[in-house]
């Protein structure tokens, strides 16, 4: 099983500024990753497929890039509703996996 | 408008057995493979079943093999999870998810709102 790991785990900033959330891969997953954001009481929305393509809707202050094991999503200027929890997931080895999250909070 | 309305979930005893359902709306859904994924209380997402847009082929994660079938009525757009055998560990929100594909093994690009499943005696 591709364990993912996602750092931090908390990440207190305020709005404006910018986030870099990482997710790492026990092994090799290609480009097959995937970026969720996830507020309290919501399903999961699509952020980020294959790494790197913003899925439909997703503003562009959103980025993901990597491929191999490392990962990174972006977001280049909080709003105030970007603040949720973010979740990387593998799609390249069955089972597919999720990272824990990282949880973007208001400083 | 691409809509899933999961539905079925309830309290159960341990040992019991439930059956999901997801209606899809705005989409030709045997074109694409669905799946269920469950969050625990306060936890994280674990991916738990996946069926391609045919129903040809399916995959169970670890956790459920032997106790979970996923299945889908094409002709009447919905998706199935039959759990049976269920415990306290089952306990969750379980959402169903559309795939950008007809494999089983695409992106989940639209999810449900959820159903909530409580294992408990």
């Known amino acids: 099983e591709v364990v993912l790991t996602q750092s931090p785990a908390t990440l207190s900033l305020s709005p404006g500024e910018r986030a870099t959330l990482s997710c790492r891969a026990s092994?090799?997953?290609?480009?097959?990753l995937a970026w969720y954001q996830q507020k309290p009481g919501q399903a999961p929305r699509l952020l980020i497929y294959?790494?790197?393509n913003r899925a439909t809707g997703i503003p562009a202050r959103f980025s993901g890039s990597g491929s191999g094991t490392d990962f990174t999503l972006t977001i280049s200027s909080l709003e105030p509703e970007d603040f949720a929890v973010y979740y990387c997931?593998?799609?390249?080895?069955?089972?597919?996996?999720f990272g824990p999250g990282t949880k973007v909070d208001i400083k | 408008e691409v809509h899933l309305l999961e539905s079925g979930g309830g309290l159960v005893q341990p040992g019991g057995s439930l059956r999901l359902s997801c209606a899809a709306s705005?989409?030709?859904?045997?074109?694409?493979?669905m799946s269920w994924v469950r969050q625990a209380p306060g936890k994280g997402l674990e991916w738990v079943s996946v069926i391609s847009g045919s129903g040809g082929s399916t995959y169970n994660a670890d956790s459920v093999k032997g106790r979970f079938t996923i299945s889908r009525d094409n002709s009447k757009n919905t998706l199935y999870l039959q759990m049976n055998s269920l415990r306290a560990e089952d306990t969750a929100v379980y959402y169903c998810?559309?795939?950008?594909?007809?494999?089983?093994?695409?992106?989940?690009?639209?999810w449900g709102q959820g159903t909530l499943v409580t294992v408990s005696s």
């Open positions: 705005g989409i030709t859904f045997s074109s694409y493979g």
């Open positions: 092994q090799s997953v290609s480009n097959y």
């Open positions: 997931q593998q799609r390249s080895i069955w089972p597919e996996t």
């Open positions: 998810a559309k795939l950008d594909d007809s494999s089983g093994w695409g992106t989940a690009d639209y």
């Open positions: 294959d790494a790197s």
